[in-house]
């Protein structure tokens, strides 16, 4: 009775802003999509200031205290933090959890993707879940009794991940930290939505972290067997002989979907189901459980009532680990593939292209799949080239999706997540392309041209905001102009150090801006605050 009455309340529910950062140097959305159309592989091996790979790496294993492999998907800096920014002291700052930092900035990028300005949500019920599970930072620490600081305990406990943004920005709903393993931020999604649909909060955060610190994780898990000694996640592969460790953070900015198409926003996509399970008692703590995962999806799609020849893709947790790869593969054909009429079910996982981001994978996987469904095409998985033998994809009615693929171009697409943890904790979301949306009545800048503003509180914060906003007007259709100078007018926070040009349309915009970045003169501005303006042709630096 409870459950049918919560399905009741239920509605779908709105991704309005995302942001994230991810091996290879990719920061944000458009970036990943690039990485995944032209099938990079952004595997490498670790950086030279992580810790010394020689005295733990040994490939000849098995050895006592050894890792076989040092491999994995890394970001480009995971020191760099604008403390700034957030109002924290450098002191406190260096005794904080690169993740913690890594999550701070990402919210606050969420929070300007959606056009939500960060102060019209302080005070608010707004929750906050965030899916996290690595502790390197804070033993290391404690390592050296002498670096510790008042700052260190609140540094490094996991739960302060999720509070400190509800600290850093004013929010007043839930907030905490989730592990469940490598299913964390799909878990902490299924929470966010259900604090929404329980009215408990209006609006949610959600976020997954890794950063790979530590040698300690790599010689544990190699000595479980767990990693892949080739180096690669061949997930639903022949060669599949393991996953390779990553690192990165994502967070979504959730609504309704109803208080979102009233607020205006933006739709990345909608969520039209989520729900978790756990495999129970198996053969081995470690070992899926394919009738639970079966169960489970089975389960979702029947509430969010979703037929799967709906499914235009399934992105599947697919680790590269000979044992569950079959086993999901088994679990997505009986509970989907063979229930279809209209052909087999395309999988695949962008752990092929990333690795495996531990707590974070699962919305790792939910970016690929929001840009499944904006972009209306699949990229291929890499590393397949030969199917795992022990699993009959035709006869579960599936397909590796091994080229790229164009969707149809109109209508609703459908694409569902998978996202399992090591001790058994599955979790899977639906997600549905975001619904038409009536154009602005104003859709012309006048003769005079529209305003389109960036602010920053530092002066080399502003420099990058200004390359940003340049960069996004480059790759922007015409028709996008209006909302583009509305939005940042009239929807983003206004800090201290700013830059405006007066333009007409995208590429004015777009020269307005690269004009302020290049020239000795808009450099100089650049530096001024908000008690003047100093115009440089079409484009002015302002300060407050």
């Given at each position: 009775m409870h459950r049918d009455r919560e399905r009741a309340d239920r509605q779908a529910v709105a991704i309005v802003g995302a942001a994230c950062r991810l091996p290879g140097g990719i920061n944000g959305l458009d970036e990943l999509w690039n990485a995944l159309e032209q099938g990079r592989d952004l595997i490498g091996s670790v950086p030279e200031d992580r810790f010394e790979t020689s005295r733990f790496v040994d490939p000849s294993m098995p050895r006592v205290g050894k890792s076989y492999t040092a491999v994995g998907g890394f970001l480009d800096d995971v020191a760099g933090f604008d403390a700034a920014y957030f109002g924290v002291s450098p002191k406190e700052a260096a005794q904080v959890d690169p993740q913690h930092r890594l999550l701070m900035e990402l919210a606050a990028e969420a929070l300007d993707d959606a056009a939500v300005a960060p102060e019209t949500l302080a005070g608010s019920d707004t929750a906050v879940y965030v899916g996290i599970s690595d502790m390197s930072y804070g033993t290391l620490q404690l390592l050296s009794p002498r670096t510790v600081n008042a700052y260190t305990m609140s540094g490094s406990a996991s739960s302060i991940a999720a509070n400190r943004l509800s600290y850093t920005f004013d929010l007043r709903g839930p907030s905490?930290?989730?592990?469940?393993?490598?299913?964390?931020?799909?878990?902490?999604?299924?929470?966010?939505?259900?604090?929404?649909?329980?009215?408990?909060?209006?609006?949610?955060?959600?976020?997954?972290?890794?950063?790979?610190?530590?040698?300690?994780?790599?010689v544990g898990f190699s000595q479980a067997s767990m990693l892949s000694a080739r180096g690669r996640c061949a997930s639903f592969s022949a060669q599949a002989d393991g996953f390779v460790r990553a690192e990165g953070g994502v967070v979504v900015l959730l609504k309704r979907l109803d208080d979102a198409l009233a607020d205006g926003d933006r739709l990345h996509g909608v969520i039209l189901g989520s729900a978790t399970n756990c495999d129970g008692r198996t053969m081995g703590l470690a070992l899926p459980n394919p009738q639970a995962q079966e169960e489970l999806l089975r389960r979702i799609y029947a509430e969010a009532g979703v037929d799967p020849d709906e499914l235009v893709y399934f992105e599947a947790h697919g680790t590269g680990t000979p044992v569950g790869d079959p086993l999901e593969a088994r679990a997505i054909g009986r509970a989907l593939g063979i229930r279809r009429i209209t052909g087999d079910l395309g999988i695949g996982p962008v752990k092929s292209n990333l690795g495996h981001l531990e707590p974070a994978s699962g919305l790792a996987g939910l970016c690929k799949a929001l840009l499944v469904l904006k972009h209306r095409a699949v990229p291929a998985t890499l590393h397949c080239e030969q199917p795992h033998p022990d699993v009959d994809f035709a006869g579960l009615g599936l397909r590796i999706e091994v080229r790229n693929r164009a969707l149809p171009t109109d209508g609703r697409l459908v694409v569902g997540v998978n996202s399992f943890g090591f001790g058994g904790a599955n979790a899977h979301t639906v997600l549905a392309s975001a619904p038409p949306v009536l154009p602005p009545g104003a859709s012309t800048a006048p003769p005079e041209g529209l305003p389109v503003l960036v602010s920053a509180r530092t002066e080399p914060a502003l420099a990058e905001a200004v390359r940003r906003m340049t960069a996004r007007l480059a790759s922007a259709a015409p028709r996008e102009f209006y909302d583009i100078a509305y939005t940042s007018c009239r929807r983003r926070g206004k800090h201290e150090h700013r830059a405006v040009v007066l333009a007409r349309s995208t590429g004015d915009a777009e020269r307005g801006f690269t004009a302020l970045a290049t020239t000795d003169e808009a450099s100089t501005s650049l530096r001024q605050k908000a008690d003047g303006v100093t115009h440089s042709g079409g484009a002015a630096a302002v300060g407050g």
């Open positions: 905490m930290a989730v592990d469940t393993a490598c299913s964390s931020s799909l878990v902490a999604l299924d929470q966010a939505c259900r604090s929404l649909w329980s009215g408990t909060s209006r609006v949610a955060l959600c976020g997954g972290v890794n950063v790979l610190l530590s040698p300690f994780h790599y």
